[in-house]
């Protein structure tokens, strides 16, 4: 794990909660490093899902591929993102997401094992985790509102205060698939 | 509070995790009994949040009211689940939901700070806790995946699966607007 990956990461933490030094090494004792290369699948359906991931750099997107062969993106993560398949993860199901780079992604990645392990040991990486999964509900009901409120306005807003500069990295026909618009609507949205 | 409140809240706690007499009776010391008659808000949009509530019997729901007087609805709660306005209640905001009794509610409620207490003295109920807001997590990341692949009728089924009993104690414009569909499209679920 290079200087720069630790630095983002633990800076990452520390907005949430600080560390001492030993806190620190301990708790980044239990991430494996990995890159994934434009293109590479990290999570693919049908498939166990081993890791929680943290993207250091890079985007990935998580996304339902449907009978028909529509797909449906339901996260985006950039820099300081998490990204999984969170029901097979904490059920050791199989995948029914894919997770796919969009981006070379370098990545930090915990197994359920080492992250039980680890809030059993050091609580204050408990309290992050549980911190940083509450605030994920939030956002997540803040999404449930604009999409029964067929609010795609708010739904756009909050995509480019949530993720800035991915309207540039991403083609459109994603940025709409998220949003659950169609491209047309999008083009309203962005001119609006 | 009753033996019959003990015995379910009790119940519910040990579908995750078993306790002891004594962790449960340390556990349940936390929380207040309150009961709101019909017709009552548990929260009010504006108003500071100061609990999350266990609901013990009864049916509540959250919602979000826009401009123009429309109202969406979030969540219903009935025997067994949890409802608060999470944003509200964990950033110490003011509400922007309201929480409101369909039928009288027999709750539990719980602080934000006797929570904190809770769970750093017995790490049972922090595990209890965290598996729960993950489960929600996951329900809520189900919920978006239908909503932007525009599934309504896989939407209705899950309501119904979740909330068995539902459809029969509150009016279907309710429905409707948790499902985010017009009556019209909801009367076709309902009989196909």
Redesign the interface.
């Known amino acids: 794990v290079s200087d720069i990956i630790h630095y983002k990461f633990r800076q990452h933490i520390e907005q949430i909660i600080p560390l001492t030094d030993e806190e620190y090494n301990f708790a980044v004792a239990h991430f494996s490093s990995k890159t994934f290369l434009k293109r590479q699948y990290i999570i693919q359906e049908g498939n166990y899902v081993d890791n929680d991931y943290y993207i250091v750099s890079g985007l990935a997107k998580s996304s339902?591929t449907?009978e028909q062969g529509?797909e449906?993106?339901?996260q985006f993560a950039m820099n300081d993102n998490w990204i999984t398949d969170?029901?097979a993860f904490?059920n050791r199901t199989r995948a029914t997401l894919n997770v796919y780079c969009i981006e070379k992604c370098e990545t930090l990645s915990i197994s359920l094992e080492n992250k039980k392990k680890l809030c059993?040991s050091l609580?204050k990486m408990?309290l992050f985790?549980?911190k940083r999964?509450?605030e994920?509900?939030?956002a997540?009901?803040?999404?449930?509102?604009c999409?029964?409120?067929?609010n795609a306005q708010d739904r756009y807003q909050d995509l480019l205060a949530n993720c800035p500069g991915l309207i540039q990295r991403v083609p459109k026909t994603m940025i709409a698939?998220?949003?659950?618009v169609s491209r047309e609507t999008l083009s309203r949205l962005i001119l609006s």
Chains 1, 2 share one sequence.
């Not at 997540?140 to 509102?145: S, T």
């Not at 698939?177 to 659950?180: E, V």
């Open positions: 339902y449907d529509r449906y993106i339901l969170p029901q904490y059993a609580n408990e985790f549980s999964i509450t994920g509900c939030i997540m009901q803040r999404r449930i509102l999409l029964i409120s067929n698939s998220y949003l659950g």
